[in-house]
Every structure is written in C-alpha cells, then in structure tokens.
C-alpha cells in the first residue's frame, strides 16, 4: 500500500470522527489505489460502492486540508464521480 493511500486512511478516518459513513463510498486516487468508506470508517480496499469519486493525488490532497472545495472540484473536472451522487454530496460535506 502507498504512502498517499495510509495517510489518506488516517485523515479521513479523523474527519469522520468515528462516525463511519451511510453507505459506501470509494476515492480512487489515481496512480496510489482506492479507499473504501462505510459504516465502519476509511480503510484501504478496491470493492463495489454506491459512489465512486476518482481524482489525482493533488486534488484529493486539496480537498482534505479544505483548500479544494469538493464540488468545486467535480464542476471543474478535478472530481469525477461515478454513482450515487446523493451519497457523493452526503460525503462532500461531510468532508469539507
């Protein structure tokens, strides 16, 4: 597992807050690998999820320490989503 993945892992496992997520989600960053999201928190995985949210390392970085708006990010092309858009915007603000 990459760097970029464990950090990530850590950092949205601590904006969670032990709360975990309603649903699944997936972050693909590109070149890196994929964290799942569920009722369980953030953890390393590349499985089936309601969201799919696909960006570089940069942008994804940018939208944890809250200088990248995530639909900012979606609306300029930094963010791609595939799925649920509904889970994609619970998770945006639960993100920013």
Do not use: C, Y
């Not at 499985?47 to 979606?74: H, K, L, W, Y």
């Amino acid at each position: 597992m990459s760097d970029v993945i464990t950090h990530a892992v850590a950092a949205l496992n601590e904006k969670l807050d032990g709360s975990g997520f309603d649903g699944t989600a997936k972050f693909v960053i590109e070149d890196e690998g994929a964290i799942m999201l569920d009722e369980n928190g953030a953890r390393a995985g590349d499985e089936e999820a309601d969201v799919t949210m696909t960006s570089d390392t940069e942008t994804f970085r940018a939208i944890m320490d809250g200088s990248q708006n995530p639909t900012a990010a979606f609306m300029t092309g930094k963010l791609k989503i595939d799925g649920d858009m509904g889970a994609a915007m619970r998770l945006g603000s639960t993100l920013s």
